[in-house]
C-alpha cells in the first residue's frame, strides 16, 4: 500500500467532478422522469419532482461548504440537518457547538454514505459516529488513510485527509459493534 498525501489535485478535482455528477444523477433523473409524467397536476407527481430536487439541492449545498476554502462553520449544523432529512432511515444526533467546520462535516457524510439501511450519525465535538456501525468501503478507507485514490468513491475521503494533514492533524478510524468513528486529531479546528 502506497501511503501518499493525495492525488494531485488535477486528478483530485476529476474525481470530485465524478462523485457530484454521480450524487445528483438520480435525483435529477428523477425530476426528469416526474415532469415527463406531470399533466394536470397530479399529487403524487409533483411530490416526486419536490423529493427529488430537495434531494440534489442538499447534496450540492453539503458538498459546496465542505469543499469550500472557508473555515466559517456557522452553516454546518443547517445544511447537515438539511441532507440527512433526504436519507431515509437516518437521524441526525447533533451535539456539537453551533458552528463545526467543513471537515466535520466532511467526515459526517463519509460515515452516512457508508451506512446501507440507516441508523444514527452523532456528531460531537471533531468526532462523527454512526450507529449501526457500517462498513467503510476499501477506496474510502484508502482515501481517509492518504493512499492513492482511484475512482470517484474515495475522493471525499482523499480531500478530507487532505484538509487534516493541511492542518497539521490525521484522521482517525474506528469501528466496532458500538459503530463507526471517525475522529479529526490535531491543532485546533477553527469555529
Not at 485527509?161 to 485546533?188: F, K, N, P, W
Request: charged share 20%.
Amino acid at each position: 500500500m502506497s501511503h501518499s498525501s493525495a492525488p494531485p489535485a488535477s486528478d483530485l478535482a476529476a474525481l470530485v467532478a465524478m462523485r457530484l455528477t454521480h450524487d445528483l444523477a438520480g435525483p435529477l433523473g428523477a425530476v426528469a422522469t416526474a415532469i415527463d409524467l406531470l399533466d394536470g397536476g397530479d399529487t403524487e407527481i409533483r411530490e416526486l419532482i419536490a423529493d427529488g430536487a430537495a434531494t440534489a439541492i442538499a447534496s450540492l449545498r453539503l458538498h459546496r461548504f465542505i469543499l469550500s476554502p472557508t473555515d466559517d462553520g456557522s452553516s454546518a449544523h443547517g445544511l447537515l440537518a438539511a441532507w440527512v432529512a433526504q436519507r431515509e432511515g437516518v437521524t441526525l444526533d447533533w451535539r456539537a457547538d453551533p458552528t463545526t467546520p467543513a471537515i466535520v462535516a466532511g467526515l459526517a457524510m463519509t460515515a452516512t454514505e457508508a451506512a446501507r439501511r440507516g441508523g444514527t450519525l452523532t456528531v460531537d465535538g471533531d468526532a462523527v459516529s454512526f450507529a449501526p456501525a457500517p462498513t467503510l468501503d476499501p477506496t474510502i478507507m484508502a482515501g481517509l488513510n492518504g493512499e492513492t485514490v482511484t475512482t470517484s468513491r474515495g475522493s471525499l475521503a482523499a480531500l478530507l485527509h487532505a484538509d487534516a494533514v493541511r492542518r497539521g492533524g490525521a484522521i482517525a478510524v474506528a469501528s466496532g459493534a458500538e459503530g463507526l468513528r471517525l475522529t479529526y486529531h490535531g491543532r485546533a479546528l477553527p469555529r
